[in-house]
């Protein structure tokens, strides 16, 4: 299987070279040159496999350069730190299934992505006889499951920059906590855009960049798209097999369009016989929904929300989508992303609206929403969302259908956002041992100046050759 990019710029590579590419070098984002598709037989055979048998049995099909026995081994080892068998359960609270997402180490379904990633980078280096120095900003939560993906990993530095004080202080413990001497918490004293821009302006300096091979592991990584279309097909199965109906729907909370974007390539594999069209679910910062409702994706302001992993307003994979929207032409994905860049629009004729429709629905769920669903189903069943699964299930309750069930993806432990929480339930719901056990550890972290040639300093110092 190779991989090509959207933007067309790009010779076919193999698996391993576009995990290392991260972003396209012509500057679009990587996708398998055809998607498998899987036939009766091999959904018969997939309903009763474990996780991790599935995760190999998906993921081969997308990548034929590692072999087969170390593949098995990454993908146990990245599933090896879960705390549940079935690694990504799904539990039935009334009319949903919710699909838990949250077991991983970081409590956030961003762990099932990036210890893949990890464990995918670490083998590749060692191979090559390489090595990389990772480097990102945070505004919280995936910096440290990204954190959590390289601890302790041989060939490889991160250093995640995240604005000081202004996490949450769970956020801040579950990063500055880890102590692995392969870890680098920078805490910037300013903003979260300070951190980003300063990120920014170092992988624009080229020479600097190839000098200490800087590395990413942001949502664009094909890796992390193809870890999560997992959990999609082992939920298709689990529910097949335990109701006998044939189709199901998902119904997703969403920001950069990663993980809506793993179910539709899901749902290409299995046809849409087997999974509706996806729910695709926004908090206030809705564009994503006025994309889908009305064929118009135009840049708003972004607000700040009880689900702030989703409070973005550019979604970095939409791209992806665009590529198959305009019948994979990449010239014209190329010239739309240019057009959007300078007029932060995008229009759609009718044709490609219902084209959009026939793949997706889509509502977005504001903050009195959130706190009544949450409020709501804790009533109704005494289960616990948190802030983005509420708005998910929220979302997919409106548009479930008569008789096909519905999968609500849960992507974080409610613990992790117990203040919204607590503002719909009247109080704080149960921390998970491994989160009441980092307020006694023993955490380190840098603080430093929002200032380029600072944070330059520190990198050229710490880096790993
Ligand atoms: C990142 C994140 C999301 C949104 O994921 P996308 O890939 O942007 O769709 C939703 N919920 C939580 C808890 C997250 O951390």
Known sequence: MNYISTRGGLAPVPFKVAVMMGLATDGGLLLPETLPTVDEQTVEFWLDLSYQRLAFEVMSMFIDDIPTEALRRLIDKS???FTHPEITPLVQQGECHILELFHGPTLAFKDIALQFLGNVFEYLLE??????NILGATSGDTGSA??????????????ILHPYKRVSPIQELQMTTVTDPNVFNIAIR???????????????DIP?????????VNSINWARILAQVVYYVFAYCRIAKATGKQTVTFSVPTGNFGDIFAGYIA?????????NRLVLATNENNLLTRFVMQGDYSLGKVVQTSSPSMDIQVASNFERYLYFLYGQDPQRTGEGMESFAKTGRLTFSQEEQEKIRQDFVSASVDEAGTTAIIKDFFEKHGYVLDPHTAVGVKAGLAFQGPEMPLICLATAHPAKFGEAVAKAIGREPDMPESLRAIKDMKARCEVLDPEIATVKNFVSLHAIY
Do not use: C, H, P, W
Not at 147 to 159: P, Q, S
Not at 267 to 275: E, F, G, P, V
């Open 79 to 81: 599933y090896s730190t």
């Open 146 to 159: 990204a954190i959590y993906g390289v601890r302790g990993k041989k060939r490889i530095n991160i250093f």
């Open 190 to 204: 300013g903003t979260f855009d300070d951190g980003q821009a300063i990120v920014k302006n170092i992988f624009n």
């Open 267 to 275: 749902r290409k594999m299995l046809s849409a016989k087997r999974i």
């Open 127 to 132: 191979e090559s006889g390489s090595s990389m």
């Open 208 to 216: 600097f960049k190839d000098t200490f091979r800087l590395g990413a």
